[in-house]
């Protein structure tokens, strides 16, 4: 069996089991060819490679879409989050944990990708669009992660992944220049699958066809839109994805109902932007609290559950001071001023519903396929509002 440890070009490579330990034998292989990765450090999965290149063709295509520095922070073959380079705010720094850091660009893409949905991140597979610098690595070195993929690794970044989880944190490397064949299959019960790649490039031409009354669509929303588009285009479907600033906020994905999804996406970025509440930034955490901990206490502090976290014998636990309750009406009326959201589906809106639930977590901008025997109705419910709406054409579903 091939030793990760050791580096070197290979058509194959066995793993331990596949999804569950009881699916023996399990490898990843090339029909010919080598494969276009490397494995730096660890013992990656069946589910980590999964994450991997799922996530790397996410990154990949949103660096060439934006000409940003691009991240992915994924859990089971979807992502929490994604997110392109952007200065941070001393808030966000708070909110992600990223204090008193040094950021570089790309160090900043991966913080806010992993801020995106801090607590579906736990565990997560993170991906790189560049080469990891020191900053990344330190950053990546403080969560709890399962492993990394980037097109290179700088010395000094390598050398800290190589010390997380006591020597065996999974480092992954990919050729940035691999072109995977045109066709690919997969096998069901037994029966093979074939389809061409889903090669679609999404750019801005896409967001040129505006169908509601309002038309401005900023440059701002134009790149939302670009990175909600391609963020659905690796999220198992139906999905839809709420996007602010260059950065994913919310990811509904895998439900059977589009207003399932708008709903669960539309929550996550209502927990997002509650975060920045004044309360929560103040909420004062006992010494040496490990950053799940603090993320797990947090999101129950917001939810409808913080009577749980400050009953006696809890709260001692994780805050220095009790903290007081959140209210219902306080919450509802910071949600209330979150605005200039997008939100992307990776399939047409139904009813107009969807458009309704989604205003009320601060969206102005939707990019979506279009072609519902409702579209009139999805129309006409965006311009109630003066929400900017673009028909895509085309249909984003992964399975």
């Known amino acids: 069996m091939f030793e990760y440890a050791e580096v070197r070009n290979m058509t194959e490579l066995e793993l331990k089991y596949g999804c569950n330990p009881n699916q023996k034998p399990a490898r990843i292989f090339m029909e010919s060819g080598e494969l276009p990765i490397k494995v730096l450090n660890g013992k990656p999965g069946y589910i980590n490679f999964l994450d991997a290149l ?7 295509e949103l660096k060439a879409a934006t000409g940003l520095p ?3 922070s994924f859990k089971h073959v979807s992502p929490a989050g994604a997110a392109v380079a952007k200065e941070l705010t001393d808030v966000e720094k708070h909110i992600y944990f990223a204090q008193d850091m040094e950021l570089t660009p790309l160090a900043s893409a991966y913080v806010r990708a992993r801020g995106a949905d801090r607590l579906c991140s736990y565990g997560d597979w993170a991906a790189l669009s560049d080469v990891c610098d020191a900053a990344t690595a330190r950053f990546l070195a403080l969560e709890v992660s399962d492993g990394v993929i980037a097109p290179g690794y700088t010395d000094e970044a390598l050398a800290i992944l190589k010390t997380k989880r006591k020597g065996g944190y999974n480092v992954v490397e990919i050729d940035p220049n691999y072109v995977p064949k045109p ?12 389809q061409g790649r889903n090669n679609f490039e ?19 929303a134009r790149r939302d839109m670009l990175l909600s588009l391609i963020t659905l285009k690796y999220t198992q479907s139906n999905s839809v994805c709420y996007v602010k600033d260059g950065m994913t906020i919310g990811v509904g994905a895998g439900q059977q109902s589009r207003i399932h999804c708008t709903r669960l996406a539309g929550s996550k970025a209502d927990i997002w932007w509650l975060r920045q509440h004044p309360k929560v930034l103040g909420l004062q955490f006992v010494d040496g609290i490990r950053r799940p901990d603090r993320d797990n206490a947090i999101d129950i502090y ?10 006696e014998g809890v709260w001692q636990n994780t805050f220095k001071v009790k903290p007081e309750v959140l ?10 001023q979150l605005s200039g959201v997008t939100v992307g589906s990776d399939a047409f809106f139904p009813f107009g519903d969807n458009v309704e639930r989604a205003r009320k977590s601060g969206v102005q901008y939707i990019a979506q396929p279009g072609g519902s025997i409702r579209d009139d109705h999805v129309i006409a419910t965006c311009d109630k509002y003066g929400i900017v709406m673009a028909f895509t054409g085309m249909r984003l579903f992964h399975h």
Not at 183 to 194: A, P
């Open 54 to 60: 799922n996530s790397w063709q996410l990154v990949k």
């Open 327 to 336: 209210t219902e009406a306080e919450k509802k009326a910071w949600v209330a």
């Open 302 to 311: 917001i939810s409808d559950e913080h009577d749980d976290v400050l009953a």
């Open 202 to 220: 999404i750019n801005d031409a896409l967001l040129n066809n505006i169908v509601t009354v309002n038309k401005d669509l900023p440059e701002a």
């Open 70 to 72: 691009s991240a992915a």
């Open 183 to 194: 066709i690919e299959h997969k096998d069901v019960f037994g029966i093979t699958f074939e």
